[in-house]
């Protein structure tokens, strides 16, 4: 039976924060420890927000012109590199898209960049505008889209096996693909993954700190009474 004094829904956000560090955890979503951004962060986020809404438009067959004509020379190079990508070869089929779909008697919600399809397999596209990119640090964000959206096309009926699905993060600064796989093993660790991490955050009294060589990047580092 679920605790209803424990949250029932879930983030990607929320998940992966509580992965990397539960008292960062702690700190953002039950203490509300408020951070102020850096300059650099803000500037990175605006660059961010603004390929995506462009990507979004372009996709949606609406007329982006002036759009392109007022970014930035750096958003420009990643726009380029997406007008040049063989996603082109892809067929669209939504973009910025919104779900909720229950796991294991929770609810995960979310929004992925776009879903394209080709010869009856979907594939989950991430645009990634940072200038540094890795799979490994965006491995839960991987684990999460790949089990929620497997559930919500097998519900519609678009795909019946995980190997049908898959997810391509597209890195714009350097023009690249980065594919990631998908099939019936994975789905069963991955979604083992996620309920172990909310079975965590609700029966976890002390929200420890890992420690870890990146505590002094952390933006809750002053506020962390472990360090």
Same mark, same amino acid.
Not at 193 to 197: C, T
């Given at each position: 039976m679920l605790n209803k004094d424990k949250p029932q829904t879930y983030t990607l956000a929320k998940l992966q924060m509580y992965d990397e560090c539960p008292q960062k955890y702690k700190l953002c979503y039950i203490d509300k420890v408020h951070v102020v951004e850096k300059i650099q962060t803000q500037k990175a986020s605006k660059t961010g927000t603004n390929i995506h809404n462009l990507v979004n438009f372009y996709l949606k067959g609406m007329d982006v012109t002036k759009l392109v004509e007022s970014l930035s020379q750096p958003e420009k190079l990643l726009w380029h590199n997406f007008k040049n990508s063989e996603l082109q070869s892809l067929n669209y089929v939504d973009s910025e898209y919104s779900f909720n779909v229950r796991i294991g008697g929770y609810w995960m919600t979310g929004r992925i960049d776009a879903l394209f &399809?080709?010869?009856?397999?979907?594939?989950?596209l991430d645009w990634k505008t940072g200038e540094t990119f890795s799979p490994e640090s965006v491995k839960f964000q991987t684990t999460f889209y790949l089990v929620c959206?497997?559930?919500i096309l097998k519900a519609k009926n678009y795909i019946k096996e995980p190997k049908q699905l898959s997810l391509y993060y597209m890195d714009l600064n350097a023009g690249s693909l980065v594919k990631i796989h998908f099939d019936e093993e994975l789905y069963t660790n991955y979604k083992a993954?996620?309920? &172990?991490?909310i079975n965590k955050i609700n029966n976890n009294p002390s929200f420890y700190c890992n420690k870890t060589d990146k505590c002094k990047q952390c933006k809750y580092y002053r506020a962390c009474p472990y360090l």
């Open positions: &399809e080709s010869n009856g397999n979907y594939i989950i959206m497997y559930e993954q996620i309920l &172990e991490i």
